[in-house]
Structure formats: C-alpha cells, structure tokens
C-alpha cells in the first residue's frame, strides 16, 4: 500500500508510522529522517537544504519534494510506502500526485489521525525530558516519575522543553490548521481519506489503523 499518515502535532504519527510501516511490511519515509540523511551523507540535496537551514529559513518545497522522490523511488519503496510529514501543504500534494503519476503510481489511502485540540495541549505540554538523557521520557498525567521532576531511570533533572509549552504548542495548532489541515479536504475529494481516533492506548489505535486500512483496501 501507499499511504500518507496526517494528523496534528501530538497524535502519536511518529509511533503509529513505525508500528504500521512495520505491520504493512513498507518503509516508513518521514521528511526527518529524509533531511538528516540526506545532510548526513551531504548529497546534492542535503547541501542545499542545509544552506537554507543555517540560514534560519524554510527549505522551499521543491527540494524536499525531491528527497521524497529519491526515497520513493528506491528498491524497498516498490510494493509501497508510508508517507510521514510529507505532503505538509497543499502544494506539495499537487506535486506528489505528479510525481506519482510519472511513476504510474497511486496513493491507496490517506490515514487521518484525529485528536481534540485540548487532548493535544494536554500531551504535549505535560511532558517532561530527563537532562541527562532525552530517551528517557515522562508526563505529568499519562507517565509520572517516583519522584517529582526526577528520572526513574538515572535520577536526573527531568524538565520541560521551550517547544512544549503550552503557548508554542498552541502556535504549532495554527500552523498545522493553516498550512496541512487543507491537505485532507484536496485528498477528501479523491475520496482516499480513512478518519480514525488516535485516542487510546497505542495498540488500540494501530489495530484502528489497521482495520480501517483493510476495508480500504478490500474497496469497502
């Protein structure tokens, strides 16, 4: 299957992208991993992205629509992908079917992760991070510490990060309703998007994912 996973900042997309990329036996593409690797092995596009980068500025649309391109037209990527990030606007949609339709390719669902506003406000900005290492992850409601503001794991300073304020994560909202929450109206119209719940506990909403994915799949 090829699919694109949207959802807003704190919908779990990451974890679910894995654990369905997993399940469905295809690479999980994420526009992350595709920047760090593309800089890491400095290709073409990665210098290019890392000169807007240093520069403090936005890398334009055609060049991670490039990377896209590259990951997607990989070996692994050939009995399909999971897209995560990517398409981030309308534009880069546009661009995405063209691209698919010069592979003679076509996208077979687009996956909707919907969380509550206040649900996602709640997750994100009661995390807490260990100082000493970020694996090691708590929440002041969902994963609280033994000891208040201490890791259980090593004992160190657990805070939280500037990006995880309430106030920042309520501008990620803004931006996440001006700039992707279109994309599921230009998809909705090629009548390829599965809504889901991603409240509950991860495997719940895998097992959501999944089931919606299938009657999909089978044309229900």
Do not use: W
């Not at 334009?60 to 990989?74: C, L, N």
């Not at 990060?161 to 309430?166: H, I, M, V």
């Amino acid at each position: 299957m090829r699919i694109v996973l949207v959802g807003p900042p704190g919908a779990g997309k990451g974890t679910q992208a894995a654990f369905l990329a997993n399940n469905l036996s295809i690479p999980h593409i994420s526009t992350g991993d595709l920047f760090r690797a593309n800089i890491s092995k400095q290709t073409e596009l990665g210098k290019l992205a890392k000169s807007y980068m240093d520069k403090g500025e936005l890398v334009p649309d055609e060049v991670t629509i490039a990377m896209a391109k590259d990951r997607m037209e990989q070996p692994d990527a050939a009995g399909g992908f999971l897209l995560d990030g990517f398409p981030r606007n309308v534009s880069q949609a546009e661009a995405l079917d063209v691209t698919l339709r010069e592979e003679s390719m076509t996208l077979d669902a687009v996956l909707d992760l919907e969380v509550p506003e206040e649900e996602v406000v709640k997750r994100i900005a009661g995390r807490r991070i260990c100082r000493n290492d970020s694996a090691h992850v708590f929440h002041v409601t969902y994963k609280q510490p033994q000891r208040d503001g201490v890791c259980d794991v090593c004992g160190g300073e657990l805070y939280q990060r500037d990006d995880d304020s309430e106030e920042t994560v309520r501008k990620r909202l803004e931006v996440y309703h001006t700039q992707t929450e279109p994309i599921i109206d230009y998809y909705k119209a090629q009548g390829l998007v599965v809504t889901i719940s991603a409240l509950g506990k991860v495997e719940e909403v895998t097992q959501r994912a999944m089931d919606a994915l299938k009657r999909e799949d089978d044309g229900q």
